[in-house]
């Protein structure tokens, strides 16, 4: 471990916390924290919990900002415990998503589709919110989105399940617009 007392970036400001600056590596706001790295490499990178950026009104950081802060060493290395300066003018500009293709409304594909045949459930995974059915004639997966499964008033379904579904061939292959429970 570096000596964070010797380094030109740090000041000691206290027992054991030091006063850093660095560039935000990167910051996941879903699991709530991120790194900062310094200037000088023996120091390491700077954990940051989003619960010290509250105080700036801030829940996250965008990569590429400076960020000063008081750190203290913790068991796996240093953490932020104040953040005494935000400088975003050096932040990396986010990668603005695409828009999203215009989905389909599957209820207007009803229509469209077939009669209600026999199928069973691949898989599903409520987190992602769609899974997969076969089709007892051929081994073509049937793509199920979870809205579909709710319209029919099935809130949880199991592979192996015997369900029936009406399916319609969309963009990217079959696609059940409306099922019901088998039997």
């Not at 000596?3 to 699991?31: I, Q, Y």
């Not at 965008?62 to 960020?67: I, K, L, N």
């Not at 990668?95 to 207007?108: C, G, M, N, S």
């Amino acid at each position: 471990m570096a000596n964070v007392d010797a380094a030109p970036t740090a000041d000691t400001v206290g027992d054991g916390e030091v006063r850093l600056s660095g560039t935000v590596k990167w910051f996941d706001v879903t699991r709530g924290f991120g790194f900062l790295v310094t200037e000088d490499a023996e120091i390491g990178d700077i954990l940051i919990h989003f619960s010290v950026l509250e105080e700036h009104g801030r829940r996250s950081l965008p990569e590429g900002a400076r960020v000063e802060c008081i750190a203290m060493r913790r068991q796996r290395g240093l953490q932020a415990r104040i953040i005494t300066d935000i400088d975003l003018s050096t932040a990396v500009e986010p990668v603005r998503p695409r828009a999203a293709p215009e989905r389909t409304d599957r209820t207007r594909l009803v229509d469209a589709a077939g009669p209600f045949e026999a199928v069973s459930v691949k898989w599903f995974n409520r987190l992602k919110g769609y899974g997969f059915l076969v089709r007892g004639q051929d081994a073509k997966d049937v793509f199920v989105h979870m809205e579909t499964l709710r319209r029919a008033g099935i809130e949880e379904v199991e592979p192996e399940q015997p369900l029936r579904a009406r399916i319609v061939d969309g963009e990217k292959g079959p696609l059940a617009v409306a099922v019901e429970k088998d039997g």
